[in-house]
Structures are given as C-alpha cells and as structure tokens.
T-cell receptor
Framework: KQEVTQIPAALSVPEGENLVLNCSFTDSAIYNLQWFRQDPGKGLTSLLLIQSSQREQTSGRLNASLDKSSGRSTLYIAASQPGDSATYLCAVYTGTASKLTFGTGTRLQVTL | DAGITQSPRHKVTETGTPVTLRCHQTENHRYMYWYRQDPGHGLRLIHYSYGVKDTDKGEVSDGYSVSRSKTEDFLLTLESATSSQTSVYFC???????????????FGPGTRLTVL
C-alpha cells in the first residue's frame, strides 16, 4: 500500500529565503508525482507534474525534483514571498492503484 | 484556471436526508473525480468517471453514488446523509492523454457539507 509523507507539517520562513519542501513515498514504482498548493478555504491548484522518467520540472520560482529509487521528491521555492503562504501537497500515482495517494501537506507561512 | 464549478458551495442538512452535489466543467475533459478532504485523512477518492455513463468506485465509496449523463456534469449523491459524511467535497478533472489519474488534475473550489 502506497503511503506518502510530508515533513515538516508546518514551516515558517522570512520573506526572501529559499526553501525546500519534502515528500517521501513508500512504493517507488510510481507513474508520476504531482505537487499542489491549497489556499485556506480553496481548492487545490496544480503546480508541477513529474513523470517517472523525469528527474525534475521547473515553473518560475518553483523546481520539483524526483528520485524514484529513494522514494523522494522535493519542491524548491526560490526567493519566497508572502503570497507563497499556503499548504503544499504532493500526490503520487502508481499506475496500478486506481487513485492518487496524497500526503497530508506542509503548511508554509512566509513572513514579512 | 480550469473551468470547474461546484454547487452548492455550502450546505447544511440533517441526518437521513438525500443530498446531491454537482460538478460542472467547461473544459471537455474526459475524466472527472470526487474527493473528500478531512483533517487527519487528507484527500480521499470517492468515485471517478472515465466517460459519459462510465464510473467506478474509489477508496471511500460506501454511502455515495454518482452519475454522469453528460461530459460536463458529474453528480455526487449521498443517499441518506450521516454525520460521518460531514466534510469538504472536491471535484477534479483531467485530460485523456495518459489515461485515468495519469495527467494533471484540476480541482474545483469545493463544497462544504455539514450533516447535523
């Protein structure tokens, strides 16, 4: 059974810092991994999707890496801004189970 | 943003009452999904659809049914609501290039349901 863990559960950083969010999964036979952000009271917004054959994906100040063999993904946020404050979730798809398996998220606060 | 709307956005109902939540998309995407989000459990899949009239169960489907008579609409019905179904419900859609679950999922704004 796939399990997805995100550590830390919460993180507070001053504006301008570069930061890394972690996602680990127990079954390395994944098809892809997605990163989402969720603002309070809102739905999820897709940030990046990494296929199993890829090592990383970039979008603006965001860079997501994937290491299948070690069961890890990281989301790197450069030059953080208060608008980056949200909960960040990762989700994996194994290609066999008919679902995405979500982590419980990292709640990020970027302070002025 | 993907064109996904959910209605109602908030609903309070009583135990034993049937409830229907609606998800409407304007993207013409093939795949549609219903999730619930609860503290401590994260997001869990209730049901999903891979085409008109084609649906399947997710990991927490007991007490829920779905219907999809048109590409753009996916309905979630609680036949007889219980307090354990108090939750935030999200609809999601994805394109068909890679198959069910294989592509980026786009989420609606959610419906907050309270069952008293």
């Amino acid at each position: 059974k796939q399990e997805v863990t995100q550590i830390p559960a919460a993180l507070s950083v001053p504006e301008g810092e570069n930061l890394v969010l972690n996602c680990s999964f127990t079954d390395s036979a994944i098809y892809n991994l997605q990163w989402f952000r969720q603002d309070p009271g809102k739905g999820l917004t897709s940030l990046l999707l990494i296929q199993s054959s890829q090592r990383e994906q970039t979008s603006g100040r965001l860079n997501a890496s994937l290491d299948k063999s070690s069961g890890r993904s990281t989301l790197y946020i450069a030059a953080s801004q208060p608008g980056d404050s949200a909960t960040y979730l990762c989700a994996v798809y194994t290609g066999t189970a008919s679902k995405l398996t979500f982590g419980t998220g990292t709640r990020l606060q970027v302070t002025l | 943003d993907a064109g996904i709307t959910q209605s109602p956005r908030h609903k309070v109902t009583e135990t034993g009452t049937p409830v229907t939540l609606r998800c409407h998309q304007t993207e013409n995407h093939r795949y549609m999904y219903w999730y619930r989000q609860d503290p401590g459990h994260g997001l869990r899949l209730i049901h999903y659809s891979y085409g008109v009239k084609d649906t399947d169960k997710g990991e927490v489907s007991d007490g829920y049914s779905v219907s999809r008579s048109k590409t753009e609409d996916f309905l979630l019905t609680l036949e007889s609501a219980t307090s354990s179904q108090t939750s935030v419900y999200f609809c999601a859609i994805s394109e068909s290039t890679g198959g069910t679950f294989a592509d980026t999922q786009y989420f609606g704004p959610g419906t907050r349901l309270t069952v008293l």
